[in-house]
């Protein structure tokens, strides 16, 4: 079993910056190759936006956030960090942390642990 606890959602103006983080516990060794960031929108299917390979850090990146978005670890912490930089308002969301046994970081749809989410606000 996994335990996921999300962290450092709050709001701001758009071209702000907030970073989340992400503390996992729990049986993670085995359940986390993969570990990544999701948001949900009111109105809005929930989209995977980050994602990282906690073995070599490899990180991939959905179109819309290349470029102001980055997703990193530290192992030693058992953290995953979302550092989102000139935030818009289209990036206004629930922001879930989530992590899978996957080798392939992209396969959102094979995350099956997830925290309990943390409100991120941008005003324009």
């Known amino acids: 079993e996994v335990q996921l606890v999300e962290s450092g959602g709050g709001s701001v103006q758009a071209g702000g910056s907030l970073r989340l983080g992400c503390s996992a516990s729990g049986d993670i060794e085995t359940s986390r190759n993969c570990m990544a960031w999701f948001r949900q929108a009111p109105g809005k299917e929930r989209e995977g936006v980050a994602s990282?390979?906690?073995?070599?850090?490899?990180?991939y990146y959905v179109d819309s956030v290349k470029g102001r978005f980055k997703i990193s670890r530290d192992n030693a912490k058992r953290t995953v960090y979302l550092q989102m930089n000139s935030l818009e308002t289209e990036d206004a969301a629930m922001y879930y942390c989530?992590?899978?046994?996957?080798?392939?970081?992209?396969?959102?749809?094979?995350?099956?642990?997830w925290g309990q989410g943390t409100q991120v606000n941008v005003s324009s």
């Open positions: 990282i390979r906690i073995r070599d850090g490899t990180t």
């Open positions: 989530a992590a899978s046994s996957t080798y392939f970081c992209q396969d959102y749809v094979a995350y099956n642990y």
